[in-house]
């Protein structure tokens, strides 16, 4: 069975960072592409950033480019969500995904 355990949420001040893990067990992440959505109060979940199987590519939402960075560690078959300048905006709940398999969701908070 495909687990994703996510860490690494919390409550931050605008400008601030956070990291977030994503690691899985009962699967070897480096055979798929990986993805980082999220889901603010009444609205729908959004793509955040999504990295290929080597790590090469990467792909962001406009919204995050330039300030959130998406990476992975193959041999600790995790991969990571590195997010500066934290704007009130990116408060949601965030998730990693691959393929039909979600983490469980951390919550980010961004205060003003």
């Known amino acids: 069975q495909v687990q994703l355990v996510m860490s690494g949420g919390g409550l931050v001040q605008a400008g601030g960072s956070l990291r977030l893990s994503c690691a899985a067990s009962?699967?070897?992440?480096?055979?798929?592409?990986m993805g980082w959505y999220r889901q603010a109060p009444g609205k729908e979940r959004e793509f955040v950033a999504s990295?290929?199987?080597?790590?090469?590519?990467?792909s962001y939402a406009d919204s995050v480019k330039g300030r959130f960075t998406v990476s992975r560690d193959n041999a600790k078959n995790t991969v990571y969500l590195q997010m500066n300048s934290l704007k009130p905006e990116d408060t949601a709940v965030y998730y990693c995904?691959?393929?039909?398999?979600w983490g469980q969701g951390t919550q980010v908070t961004v205060s003003s």
């Open positions: 009962g699967r070897t992440l480096s055979y798929y592409a």
């Open positions: 990295i290929s199987r080597s790590g090469g590519s990467t």
């Open positions: 995904n691959c393929g039909a398999d």
